[in-house]
Nanobody, 121 residues
């Protein structure tokens, strides 16, 4: 049973924009905070942004002011609008449902395949 399908990645020049989409199963989307993560080569997966069921958002300092997370509850889809992209934003981007865990968040669903974002300088 496929639960998370990310799309929208690609190759973009520094300063450009991309919009990522994540189609989620209703069973994990409707009652949960959703999040975008990213994993750069040789690095651990990091949390980028979260959005609650009430659409309250939170961002990592590295993307604050440049990225915007949103959700469409009818379509059970979460988006990540990425503007002013930098080469250090290059990574595979994943979405997941999350729960609060010791002051941070823990993912609760199986990971999708992710979508590659590459920012050239």
């Amino acid at each position: 049973q496929v639960q998370l399908v990310e799309s929208g990645g690609g190759l973009v020049q520094a300063g450009g924009s991309l919009r990522l989409s994540c189609a989620a199963s209703r069973s994990i989307f409707s009652a949960n905070t959703m999040a975008w993560y990213r994993q750069a080569p040789g690095k651990q997966r990091e949390l980028v942004a979260t959005i609650t069921t009430g659409s309250s958002t939170n961002y990592a300092d590295s993307v604050k002011g440049r990225f915007t997370i949103s959700r469409d509850n009818a379509e059970t889809t979460v988006y990540l609008q990425m503007n002013s992209l930098k080469p250090e934003d290059t990574a595979v981007y994943y979405c997941n449902a999350v729960v609060r865990w010791f002051g941070s968040y823990r993912s609760i669903a199986s990971w999708g395949q992710g979508t590659q974002v590459t920012v050239s300088s």
